[in-house]
């Protein structure tokens, strides 16, 4: 019996205990067996291998056959154990090496200069040459630092209410580095819980140095506020950057009064309304005051059949607006920022050899896939409805009872995920970089041509 034959043996008798147990009903969380039969029949290691190889797994001259050989991976196992450095020479490899420690985590960092597994060998020779070449342009965007603007949950909890923020967070950014830095080759992943990553994958992205990358994450930068600090954003100037104005056009100031406003109830306390009172320069207190005195009534016109967050923030952007108090008509645009704005794990962004978790993993704490994100459709996305261990595992014992197909997740609600993968984000960049590779292969054939023609 072969090592494959024999893992996939071993699977089927997970699920077959897990049969007989539950009458082919998978119980609910997250534990080892499960992981095991996911890295053994669902994990698909040949997309991860042909992304992370970026075309140099191929025959042409131009391939650089240690360019995968030189990934770092990262293993996070069940006892919290970390396994930094990992490398690998081939996609057997890597899937050998994942199927046998089962890791509840897997990292993908940057490409080195030397294999990483042989860094101390390296260092040994007093040459500094260990160091990141290439890196994807990575964004990591988490819930839980907008605690200060949603009321429906907190900390790592995340709601079909609150999650609009992460769509707002995905089409402004992925708009601003297609049209604004020119990048094609973007994957946007759900983090499992309670965020979303960000992959630019372009070559160009992968080849930017840390002062390029901070650059770009500073462009992204508006929320720069604390706890302590009343208005967390502060604009300046006549008018708003272009890039700043079309976001609040096209998408923020459309979320805030079609969702947050109502779905977060920003102004239906005094507590909260006091918040963004608060936002308002106002030395002498004249407008914050009336606005409170119209507020602290707690009365609505008989007729009113609007809701109370709808006529307390019309009543607010009247007066702001009203052309009465000079230099307040901006501080409309500065609280919808501060409600919507997408809000970047800036280090995260600026340096080549931070980690990020790999698509396609579990979170330990959901059972939740990692699943990509099409940012075209963004608004349809559930967090809620995304594939889970135990229902994968579920769908696998019903699905084992039909006719065989080429791929176990097939079988699998993962198969639109994977699929989804393949056609809009892995095809296109490997034709890419193929069409790279060609080009500058030629370019250095002309050149050479050159150099002896002389």
């Avoid at 990934?71 to 996070?76: C, D, K, L």
């Avoid at 095809?427 to 292969?441: R, T, V």
Wanted: hydrophobic content about 35%; aromatic content about 12%; charged content about 30%.
């Amino acid at each position: 019996m072969t090592g494959d034959e024999a893992s996939k043996g071993s699977d089927d008798m997970v699920i077959d205990e897990y049969e007989q147990k539950q009458g082919n009903l998978v119980p609910d969380g997250f534990n080892s067996h499960y992981l095991k039969v996911y890295y053994g029949k669902l994990f698909p290691y040949a997309d991860i291998f042909k992304w992370m190889s970026y075309g140099n797994d191929g025959k042409h001259p131009a391939c650089n056959q240690s360019y995968f050989s030189r990934r770092e991976f990262s293993f996070t196992l069940d006892n919290e154990v970390y396994l930094r450095f990992q490398s690998f020479n081939s996609m057997s490899e890597l899937e050998n090496s994942v199927k046998e420690k089962c890791p509840v985590k897997i990292d993908i960092g940057p490409v080195y200069s030397v294999d990483p597994s042989k860094r101390h060998a390296y260092a040994q020779s007093g040459d500094n040459v260990f160091t990141p070449v290439e890196r994807e342009l990575i964004f990591d965007i988490d819930m839980s630092d907008y605690d200060d603007v949603r009321y429906c949950c907190s900390g790592a909890d995340v709601c079909l209410e609150c999650w609009p923020l992460m769509t707002i967070a995905i089409k402004v950014i992925d708009t601003s580095l297609r049209d604004d830095f020119g990048f094609s080759h973007i994957l946007w992943v759900y983090s499992g819980r309670r965020g979303v990553h960000c992959w630019v994958c372009d070559g160009k992205a992968r080849r930017l140095t840390n002062e390029q990358r901070a650059a770009i994450a500073d462009y992204f930068r508006v929320y720069k506020g604390n706890e302590n600090s009343h208005k967390k954003v502060s604009f300046t100037g006549l008018a708003l950057h272009p890039f700043l104005a079309r976001s609040y056009t096209e998408v923020l100031m459309d979320f805030f009064e079609r969702k947050l406003l109502l779905s977060q109830e920003i102004f239906s306390t005094e507590e909260r309304y006091e918040k963004i009172l608060d936002m308002i320069p106002d030395p002498d207190q004249s407008i914050t005051s009336e606005l409170r005195g119209k507020w602290q009534e707690k009365r609505r016109t008989a007729n009113s059949k609007d809701d109370i967050n709808v006529v307390r923030w019309e009543q607010l952007k009247n007066m702001l607006q009203s052309g009465k108090h000079k230099g307040l008509r901006r501080c409309v645009e500065e609280i919808v920022f501060s409600f919507t704005y997408p809000r970047l794990d800036m280090e995260v962004s600026k340096h080549m050899n931070h980690l990020l978790k790999a698509p396609f993993c579990v979170h330990p704490k959901t059972g939740r896939v990692c699943v990509p994100i099409d940012p075209d459709h963004c608004e349809e996305f559930d967090p809620t409805a995304v594939p889970t261990l135990s229902n994968l595992l579920e769908q696998l014992n019903i699905g084992g009872l039909r006719a065989e197909v080429d791929n176990e997740w097939d079988r699998t609600s993962l198969g639109k995920s994977i699929r989804f993968f393949r056609s809009s984000f892995l095809q296109p960049l490997l034709k890419s970089c193929k069409e790279e590779m060609e080009s500058s292969y030629n370019a250095k054939l002309q050149q050479s041509k050159n150099s002896f023609s002389w």
